[in-house]
């Protein structure tokens, strides 16, 4: 999986004052959890673009300005009501031997007999839930619908990789092909004509 550094500060005083100084000079306040303590730490909020504004899956590198670096990934974040700027964020420290849960983005493969035939494919679920060492998590969760039919359905059990459990019951349906609307008012309407004419005989 891809990572993103993000440069910040330890800080020590976490009241609400300081709080407040750090966000009106441009700065985040985060916490890393998972370690033998909190670690408190602000950065630019700039610093967080390319973490945040992205359906992609990343892992972080925390560098400090004390020459500490820390392995974590995004746990929560907080945005102002009104205006989306960013007031908090949450990470979870990673470990090489410790199991992590992870929403990891699905990717769609391959091209759906049905929809050639005039069905929609809906995507149910855009993220999966997995559970995996950081070394197996991966970047996406290929979805492969080149096999799907109108009706079909692509359920979570077709995506089961021995890299990572999938956090979902197994009968959740990550995506599936459904009739269109024109195509159901055009078998409507054609089933209409049928009745009619058969009346008519």
Do not use: W
Request: net charge positive.
């Amino acid at each position: 999986m891809k990572s993103i550094t993000i440069k910040g500060s330890q800080r020590e005083s976490v009241g609400k004052s300081s709080t407040k100084a750090l966000r009106n000079a441009g700065q985040v306040p985060c916490v890393v959890y998972g370690g033998e303590n909190p670690l408190h730490f602000s950065a630019d909020e700039k610093a967080f673009k390319d973490l945040v504004y992205t359906p992609n899956a990343h892992t972080v590198v925390i560098s400090l300005d004390n020459g500490k670096t820390y392995n974590a990934i995004l746990q929560d974040i907080q945005f102002h009501p009104v205006t989306d700027a960013i007031l908090h964020i949450d990470f979870y420290q990673l470990f090489d031997d410790k199991e992590v849960t992870m929403e990891i983005p699905v990717r769609k493969v391959g091209n759906s007999p049905g929809v050639i035939a005039g069905g929609v494919l809906r995507i149910n679920q855009r993220k999966l839930k997995v559970k995996a060492i950081p070394a197996n998590l991966p970047d996406y969760i290929d979805a492969d619908v080149s096999k799907l039919e109108i009706g079909n359905k692509l359920y979570v059990t077709a995506l089961a990789n021995d890299d990572y459990k999938i956090m979902h019951p197994d009968n959740t349906v990550v995506c599936q092909v459904r009739i269109s609307r024109a195509a159901m008012k055009a078998a409507q309407e054609a089933a209409k004509e049928e009745k009619a004419a058969a009346k008519g005989k």
